[in-house]
């Protein structure tokens, strides 16, 4: 496993992942999105510099499998984001190794003091990732849908004197 800045052609594993609504679902995409919005969406996110994204593809064997992001940055935070892509690699431990991966570069290389997270609350899989990465929950946010209902938004954050990489 290993983290990459994204690339053109990048698209086209979003795409696939698109077309999974297990997936979509899980991450909070819509379901059903035509493949050329997902391009277009991916093809922009090329252009995004730090404030605005940080975004990493996870790759195994070469192949783009899921990606971090760091987001709303400050002088001294950003918030911290993960998806696997691709279902069959769910439990596999992709998460939690990428995780740290990107956390080491947001503290070492970034020089970030906080980085925070947020998870929907009925999110178990997620809110357990933030546990093992060292996250510690520090409260619910507003409600947002997730999966059809309105659901609280459960906040985490994580220090750099905290974070055991």
């Not at 819509?30 to 940080?54: F, K, M, N, S």
């Amino acid at each position: 496993m290993r983290l990459r800045p994204l690339r053109p052609g990048d698209e086209e594993s979003a795409v696939r992942w698109g077309a999974d609504e297990e997936f979509c679902l899980a991450i909070d995409w819509p379901v059903g999105l035509p493949a050329a919005h997902i391009r277009q969406h991916w093809q922009g996110l090329l252009t995004l510099t730090p404030p605005e994204l940080l975004r990493h593809g996870i790759t195994v064997d070469g192949v783009l499998v899921g990606y971090t992001d760091l987001a709303e940055f400050t002088d001294s935070s950003a918030e911290f984001g993960i998806a696997i892509g691709e279902r069959a690699l769910w439990g596999q431990g992709l998460g939690p190794r990428a995780g740290r991966l990107t956390l080491a570069h947001a503290f070492t290389e970034l020089g970030l003091q906080t980085v925070t997270a947020e998870a929907h609350a009925p999110n178990a899989r997620s809110r357990a990732l933030m546990g093992r990465l060292g996250f510690t929950e520090i409260g619910f946010g507003g409600l947002e849908e997730y999966r059809g209902e309105m659901v609280p938004v459960v906040r985490f954050v994580l220090e750099r004197e905290d974070f055991k990489g």
